[in-house]
């Protein structure tokens, strides 16, 4: 089982709607936790960082659940230019870890 | 420059070759990743700098990889003896508190 598992989707989403998507992690020692994403043939791009109290950037909000060992990303009123494979990293002393990502697909 | 930069961006290599990749980091970032990510996965670690130390070289997927990075600024990935497993994407990353910034790759196919 690897450590950072998402959904690889694709997640079709009409423009203007709301899409949602988890990464979980099994190293209860990670510490830092981050959204990328990847045009495709492209290096991934940081998103933003997730704080343990969450945070929002414009359309898009990522939280935290330290608990239940995931992290969330929603985007709001989806753009065509949203498409893209969204990837989480966790940090847990030295260790970073992706996940495999998350294909999202915004139709018109 | 402004960001990470990588060369080749492409090569092609005949299996039993040496390759050597290069990354020039962000100007002034200690920390320094190399990554492979082979297509329709996330990029998986591969050995960390900071500064001129290596760090964690775990990820290395056998002895035939090796990574330098001799005056703390340029790093240079060197895959020994290619095989065709190695074909992936390698990519560079500098690191400033926890942000990645990565660069366009090098895409390497072993025919």
């Known amino acids: 089982r690897k450590e950072v598992e998402q959904d690889p989707g694709p997640f079709n989403v009409p423009e203007g709607a709301t899409v949602a998507f988890n990464c979980t992690y099994s190293?209860?020692?990670?510490?830092?936790f981050f959204w990328y994403r990847q045009d495709c043939r492209k290096e991934p791009k940081l998103l933003m960082s997730?704080?343990?109290s969450g945070n929002e950037d414009g359309r898009f909000t990522a939280q935290l659940n330290r608990a239940s060992q995931y992290i969330s990303l929603l985007i709001r009123d989806s753009k065509l230019s949203d498409s893209a494979t969204y990837l989480c990293?966790?940090?847990?002393?030295?260790?970073?870890?992706f996940g495999a990502g998350t294909q999202v697909v915004v139709t018109p | 420059g402004a960001g990470v930069s990588q060369s080749p961006r492409y090569k092609v290599a005949k299996r039993g070759q040496d390759v050597a990749l290069r990354c020039d980091p962000i100007?002034?970032?200690?920390?320094l990743f190399w990554y492979q990510q082979a297509l329709g996965q996330g990029p998986e670690f591969l050995t960390y700098?900071?500064?001129?130390?290596?760090?964690?070289k775990s990820g290395l997927p056998s002895d035939r990889f090796f990574a330098e990075r001799p005056e703390g600024s340029v790093s240079t990935l060197k895959i020994q003896r290619t095989q065709q497993e190695d074909s992936a994407v390698y990519l560079c990353?500098?690191?400033?508190?926890?942000?990645?910034?990565f660069g366009p790759g090098t895409r390497l196919t072993v025919t």
């Open positions: 997730v704080y343990s």
């Open positions: 990293r966790t940090d847990s002393w030295g260790k970073f870890q």
């Open positions: 700098f900071q500064n001129e130390a290596q760090l964690d």
């Open positions: 190293n209860s020692a990670s510490q830092s």
């Open positions: 100007s002034g970032h200690v920390s």
């Open positions: 990353a500098s690191n400033l508190a926890g942000e990645q910034y």
